[in-house]
């Protein structure tokens, strides 16, 4: 069985660390004062955990021991420390000067037993203080350690007020302290004015990461911005996430948004069509409902018409298989918003437009591999689909007449297709008009020049 041993936590300072102790067969209780061994010497301090059982090995060795509880005797010698240290922190402040060191003297302290007096100080630089050191020793007489803090713990040994109007939290209650950042400002939707987000210390508030967790937390479970979501009174889109109220407000179209909370969420009174909390169920349907930009068809459906279109327009061949993959793979692929693109909308399936465009590919739209394996069979066809959506060159047949008139050609008059005046013409036309790449060579046909 493994050794256990008895232990206490004392605080030595308010707010300070817990540092643990035995204190053997000695009763003692949270609040009483006690002297225990330290490494400095004798000190005073507080339990605030009481006497308890934990393994041997769970606890930094080695163990210092309580000595006693305080006596009416330990007290006034308190009281007598207290005076020397304000003494001792004038003296230095004055060698200070005369020396003209680069630092600031914050405060200095005496163990209980008076065999060690320690100095804090804050510098932006290393200080070469062993002259000072000297003249300490020389005047008091004992140990001397100078120890260079930073300005939170600057602030912490002052003390002071804060905005809030309470005491500093690192002078009362907070015992460490957290690393804290400026994301987690901008994740509270606080202003980024520095005055406001700084301490009396010149760095971020501690406070700030005291609720950046629950922000984190309740932002993950709401929609983003732009998300659509069905609601009791209607669907509608995403305009404003209120975390601090755990609810959306979503814009119905007309009127003033719709607020719909967590909970709402949470019941199934209210549906996220779009973005990163749809339904696993619902985005394999390929959404909720009809996108914006959608007749209500799915995934498949719309890139079946886009393939169909190609084939009459363009008069190509659509590789084998390619139709089949392209409803098969789309269809499970994305729940966001349309892409803007010419044509028709894709609505449902905007990812895998991007994702053969060389954009980037949503969350909430399937896997990247998924989306990369319909380049392949579906590049060309999307490529062709936009070029298909630009004004084309004179079309065959009987159209010829109403386009040349279209782009300012005279029509070529009959019997004379094969003119040169009138080749020339359709040159001049094609070349006043943006293209974005060559059509696919056409054999030419009866009445035209080849090439």
Same mark, same amino acid.
């Given at each position: 069985?493994?050794?256990?041993?008895?232990?206490?936590?004392?605080?030595?300072?308010? +707010?300070?660390?817990?540092?643990?102790?035995?204190?053997?067969?000695?009763?003692?209780?949270?609040?009483?004062?006690?002297? #225990?061994?330290?490494?400095?010497?004798?000190?005073?301090?507080?339990? #605030?955990?009481?006497?308890?059982?934990?393994?041997?090995?769970?606890?930094?060795?080695?163990?210092?021991?309580?000595?006693?509880?305080?006596?009416?005797?330990?007290?006034?010698?308190?009281?007598?420390?207290?005076?020397?240290?304000?003494?001792?922190?004038?003296?230095?402040?004055?060698?200070?000067?005369?020396?003209?060191?680069?630092?600031?003297?914050?405060?200095?302290?005496?163990?209980?037993?008076?065999?060690?007096?320690?100095?804090?100080?804050?510098?932006?630089?290393?200080?070469?203080?062993?002259?000072?050191?000297?003249?300490?020793?020389?005047?008091?007489?004992?140990?001397?350690?100078?120890?260079?803090?930073?300005?939170?713990?600057?602030?912490?040994?002052?003390?002071?007020?804060?905005?809030?109007?309470?005491?500093?939290?690192?002078?009362?209650?907070?015992?460490?302290?957290?690393?804290?950042?400026?994301?987690?400002?901008?994740?509270?939707?606080?202003?980024?004015?520095?005055?406001?987000?700084?301490?009396?210390?010149?760095?971020?508030?501690?406070?700030?990461?005291?609720? +950046?967790?629950?922000?984190?937390?309740?932002?993950?479970?709401?929609?983003? #911005?732009?998300?659509?979501?069905?609601?009791?009174?209607?669907?509608?889109?995403?305009?404003?996430?209120?975390?601090?109220?755990?609810?959306?407000?979503?814009?119905?179209?007309?009127?003033?948004?719709?607020?719909?909370?967590?909970?709402?969420?949470?019941?199934?009174?209210?549906?996220?069509?779009? /973005?990163?909390?749809?339904?696993?169920?619902?985005?394999?349907?390929?959404?909720?409902?009809?996108?914006?930009?959608?007749?209500?068809?799915?995934?498949?459906?719309?890139?079946?018409?886009?393939?169909?279109?190609?084939?009459?327009?363009?008069?190509?061949?659509?590789?084998?298989?390619?139709?089949?993959?392209?409803?098969?793979?789309?269809?499970?692929?994305?729940?966001?918003?349309?892409?803007?693109?010419?044509?028709?909308?894709?609505?449902?399936?905007?990812?895998?437009?991007?994702?053969?465009?060389?954009?980037?590919?949503?969350? /909430?739209?399937?896997?990247?591999?998924?989306?990369?394996?319909?380049?392949?069979?579906?590049?060309?066809?999307?490529?062709?689909?936009?070029?298909?959506?630009?004004?084309?060159?004179?079309?065959?047949?009987?159209?010829?007449?109403?386009?040349?008139?279209?782009?300012?050609?005279?029509?070529?008059?009959?019997?004379?297709?094969?003119?040169?005046?009138?080749?020339?013409?359709?040159?001049?036309?094609?070349?006043?008009?943006?293209?974005?790449?060559?059509?696919?060579?056409?054999?030419?046909?009866?009445?035209?020049?080849?090439?």
């Amino acid at each position: 069985m493994e050794e256990m041993v008895r232990i206490v936590g004392v605080r030595f300072k308010r +707010a300070g660390k817990i540092y643990y102790f035995t204190p053997g067969e000695l009763e003692v209780s949270a609040g009483d004062q006690v002297l #225990v061994e330290t490494a400095a010497g004798t000190e005073c301090g507080e339990v #605030v955990i009481p006497p308890k059982y934990v393994p041997l090995s769970d606890v930094v060795q080695p163990v210092r021991r309580v000595i006693r509880r305080l006596e009416p005797s330990d007290r006034e010698q308190l009281l007598a420390n207290r005076d020397a240290e304000r003494e001792a922190e004038a003296f230095a402040k004055e060698r200070i000067a005369a020396r003209n060191l680069p630092m600031k003297l914050v405060n200095a302290e005496y163990t209980f037993d008076r065999n060690r007096l320690t100095f804090f100080f804050v510098a932006e630089e290393r200080v070469d203080f062993r002259e000072l050191v000297k003249d300490l020793a020389n005047r008091f007489g004992c140990r001397i350690e100078m120890r260079q803090i930073g300005v939170r713990d600057q602030a912490k040994e002052v003390g002071g007020i804060g905005v809030c109007g309470r005491d500093l939290c690192c002078t009362t209650w907070l015992g460490e302290f957290a690393p804290v950042s400026i994301r987690m400002a901008k994740d509270q939707e606080l202003s980024l004015n520095p005055s406001k987000l700084t301490g009396q210390c010149g760095r971020l508030k501690c406070c700030l990461k005291f609720e +950046a967790d629950t922000y984190r937390r309740i932002r993950a479970e709401l929609p983003e #911005v732009g998300a659509m979501v069905r609601t009791p009174k209607g669907t509608g889109q995403v305009v404003e996430v209120l975390v601090a109220r755990e609810s959306v407000a979503v814009s119905l179209g007309e009127g003033r948004p719709v607020l719909v909370s967590l909970r709402e969420l949470e019941t199934g009174d209210a549906v996220v069509l779009t /973005g990163k909390l749809v339904p696993k169920t619902d985005a394999a349907a390929g959404g909720n409902g009809a996108s914006p930009g959608n007749d209500g068809g799915t995934g498949a459906e719309a890139v079946d018409q886009a393939v169909r279109g190609d084939e009459e327009d363009a008069g190509e061949e659509v590789p084998p298989g390619a139709r089949e993959a392209a409803r098969n793979k789309v269809s499970g692929l994305g729940t966001g918003p349309a892409p803007a693109v010419r044509g028709p909308a894709y609505g449902e399936n905007g990812a895998a437009y991007m994702a053969v465009a060389g954009g980037p590919v949503d969350e /909430g739209s399937g896997s990247e591999a998924e989306a990369k394996a319909l380049a392949g069979p579906l590049a060309e066809i999307l490529r062709d689909w936009e070029f298909d959506m630009l004004p084309r060159d004179i079309p065959d047949g009987d159209d010829e007449e109403s386009a040349a008139q279209d782009e300012g050609v005279a029509p070529a008059p009959s019997g004379t297709e094969g003119a040169p005046g009138a080749a020339k013409g359709r040159s001049r036309s094609r070349r006043r008009r943006p293209r974005r790449r060559r059509r696919p060579h056409r054999p030419p046909q009866a009445g035209e020049e080849a090439g």
